[in-house]
C-alpha cells in the first residue's frame, strides 16, 4: 500500500514518523540509529545562533549531518531575528534540507533570555523571526512551537498562522503549554485547531508513544506527519513499528533480547566513531539505561551502566544482562 508522505517546501518526506530534536541526546548517531529503522526526518539538536555568531566548536558539531538520516533538518533557537538569519545562513555549510526554528523549547535557561517558548508571548516577533530565517536562506524553513506559554495564553492557532504568512513551510506543534512542560496528557485538540487553520503542513507533537498512538493522533487532528520524541530513547524501532502499522496495520513485535542489545551495541559504537570512546562512553550511560528499561534487574544494570567507560565494559555488561534474562528461577533449580 505505502505511506504517503509529505511536502515541505521542496523536500520529500517519504513516511509519516518523524524524529523530534531532543538537546542532549538527539546527537548524530542516534538520529542515524532511527533512520535506520525509518525515522522518515530528523532534526539536529537544538542550536544557539548566539554561540553560532561566534563560531564555538561544540556548537558547529552539534549541526553535522550524516547521509544516512535524511532528510535533515538543523533547528537554531534564539530572539532576534538579524542573529538567527546569521545562524541559519551558517548552518548551511552543512548542508541541512531545511532549518527548523525552535519556538518550543520549556527549559528555563532558553526561555530566561526570551528565546524557546518565551517567543509565544510574543507572536509578531515570532513572524519577524521566520520572515528574516526565510529570506536569508534557500531552504525551506520550518517552525516547532508549543500550544502556549500557560493555559491562560493558548495561542498556537494564532502564533502558527503568523508564522505561515511569514513564509514557513511547515510547523511541529506540541501539544501542551511550556507551563505543562512534558506531564500533563498532551491536548490534541490543539494539533487540529492549528491544522485547520493553516495551509502548510502541520506534524503533530505529544504523546506519541507508539504504533497505535500514532495513527490516532492522524486520525484524529488531521495532521501530516506525527513527531516522535522520549518514546524513542532506547526505542530507535518504534519507527518501524509505526511505518508498518499505518501502512498495513501490522502489529511489529520489539526486537528480541539479543536483538535489542546487538542494536545497543551498534547505537554506541556510532557514538564512539563520531566523538572518541572516552567521551562517547559517558554521553552513552544514558542510552544504556533506556535501552535496558524493563529487563530484569533493570534497575541494578542501570546503576551499572553510569560507570561505563568503553566499549568493552559494555560487552561485558551485555553479557550479564543476557545472563540474568535466561537464569532459570530458583524454585526450579
Given at each position: 500500500?505505502?505511506?504517503?508522505?509529505?511536502?515541505?517546501?521542496?523536500v520529500?518526506?517519504?513516511?509519516?514518523?518523524?524524529?523530534?530534536?531532543?538537546?542532549?541526546?538527539?546527537?548524530?548517531?542516534?538520529r542515524?540509529t532511527?533512520?535506520?529503522?525509518?525515522?522518515?526526518?530528523?532534526?539536529?539538536?537544538?542550536?544557539?545562533?548566539?554561540a553560532?555568531?561566534?563560531?564555538?566548536?561544540?556548537?558547529?558539531e552539534?549541526?553535522?549531518?550524516?547521509?544516512?538520516?535524511?532528510?535533515?533538518?538543523?533547528?537554531?533557537?534564539?530572539?532576534?531575528?538579524?542573529?538567527?538569519?546569521?545562524?541559519?545562513?551558517?548552518?548551511?555549510?552543512f548542508s541541512?534540507d531545511?532549518?527548523?526554528?525552535?519556538?518550543?523549547?520549556?527549559?528555563?535557561?532558553?526561555?530566561?533570555?526570551?528565546a524557546?517558548?518565551?517567543?509565544?508571548?510574543?507572536p509578531?516577533?515570532?513572524?519577524?523571526?521566520?520572515?528574516?530565517?526565510?529570506?536569508?536562506?534557500?531552504?525551506?524553513?520550518?517552525?516547532?512551537?508549543?500550544?502556549?506559554?500557560?493555559?491562560?495564553?493558548?495561542?498556537?492557532?494564532?502564533v502558527?498562522?503568523?508564522?505561515?504568512?511569514?513564509?514557513?513551510?511547515?510547523?511541529?506543534?506540541?501539544a501542551?503549554?511550556?507551563?505543562?512542560?512534558?506531564?500533563?496528557?498532551?491536548?490534541?485538540?490543539?494539533i487540529?485547531?492549528?491544522?485547520?487553520?493553516?495551509?502548510?503542513?502541520?506534524?503533530?507533537?505529544?504523546?506519541?508513544?507508539?504504533?497505535?498512538?500514532?495513527?490516532?493522533m492522524?486520525?484524529?487532528?488531521?495532521?501530516?506527519?506525527?513527531?516522535?520524541?522520549?518514546?524513542?530513547?532506547?526505542?530507535?524501532?518504534?519507527?518501524?513499528?509505526?511505518?508498518?502499522?499505518?501502512?498495513?496495520?501490522?502489529?511489529?513485535?520489539p526486537?528480541?533480547l539479543?536483538?535489542?542489545?546487538?542494536?545497543?551495541?551498534?547505537?554506541?559504537?556510532?557514538?564512539?566513531?563520531?566523538?572518541?570512546?572516552?567521551?562517547?562512553?559517558?554521553?552513552?550511560?544514558?542510552?544504556?539505561?533506556?535501552?535496558?528499561?524493563?529487563?530484569?534487574?533493570?534497575?541494578?544494570?542501570?546503576?551499572?551502566?553510569?560507570?561505563?567507560?568503553?566499549?568493552?565494559?559494555?560487552?561485558?555488561?551485555?553479557?550479564?544482562?543476557?545472563?540474568?534474562?535466561?537464569?532459570?528461577p530458583?524454585?526450579?533449580?
Amino acid at each position: 500500500m505505502g505511506i504517503k508522505g509529505i511536502k515541505i517546501g521542496t523536500v520529500e518526506i517519504k513516511g509519516k514518523a518523524i524524529l523530534a530534536p531532543m538537546a542532549g541526546v538527539g546527537d548524530r548517531a542516534f538520529r542515524e540509529t532511527c533512520a535506520r529503522f525509518g525515522a522518515a526526518c530528523t532534526v539536529s539538536e537544538m542550536v544557539s545562533s548566539k554561540a553560532l555568531e561566534f563560531d564555538d566548536k561544540k556548537t558547529l558539531e552539534l549541526m553535522e549531518l550524516g547521509e544516512e538520516a535524511r532528510p535533515a533538518a538543523i533547528q537554531i533557537f534564539g530572539s532576534e531575528p538579524d542573529v538567527m538569519a546569521l545562524a541559519a545562513r551558517k548552518a548551511l555549510e552543512f548542508s541541512p534540507d531545511f532549518i527548523d526554528i525552535n519556538m518550543g523549547c520549556p527549559a528555563p535557561k532558553i526561555t530566561g533570555p526570551g528565546a524557546g517558548s518565551a517567543l509565544m508571548k510574543t507572536p509578531q516577533l515570532c513572524g519577524e523571526i521566520v520572515a528574516a530565517v526565510v529570506a536569508a536562506v534557500p531552504v525551506p524553513v520550518t517552525v516547532k512551537i508549543r500550544a502556549g506559554w500557560d493555559e491562560k495564553s493558548v495561542n498556537a492557532v494564532e502564533v502558527a498562522s503568523i508564522c505561515e504568512q511569514a513564509g514557513a513551510a511547515a510547523v511541529a506543534v506540541h501539544a501542551r503549554t511550556r507551563s505543562q512542560m512534558y506531564e500533563p496528557p498532551a491536548d490534541w485538540s490543539i494539533i487540529k485547531a492549528v491544522k485547520e487553520a493553516v495551509k502548510i503542513p502541520v506534524i503533530g507533537n505529544g504523546d506519541v508513544t507508539g504504533a497505535q498512538s500514532a495513527a490516532r493522533m492522524l486520525e484524529q487532528t488531521g495532521c501530516d506527519a506525527v513527531m516522535v520524541g522520549r518514546a524513542a530513547l532506547g526505542n530507535p524501532w518504534i519507527f518501524q513499528q509505526i511505518n508498518a502499522y499505518l501502512d498495513e496495520r501490522r502489529i511489529v513485535p520489539p526486537p528480541s533480547l539479543s536483538e535489542r542489545m546487538q542494536i545497543m551495541v551498534q547505537h554506541v559504537e556510532l557514538m564512539c566513531r563520531y566523538k572518541g570512546e572516552y567521551r562517547a562512553m559517558k554521553e552513552a550511560r544514558k542510552h544504556v539505561g533506556w535501552y535496558l528499561k524493563g529487563l530484569r534487574g533493570a534497575s541494578e544494570f542501570r546503576r551499572c551502566a553510569g560507570f561505563l567507560e568503553s566499549l568493552a565494559d559494555l560487552d561485558a555488561l551485555v553479557k550479564d544482562v543476557i545472563a540474568a534474562q535466561e537464569e532459570t528461577p530458583l524454585s526450579e533449580k
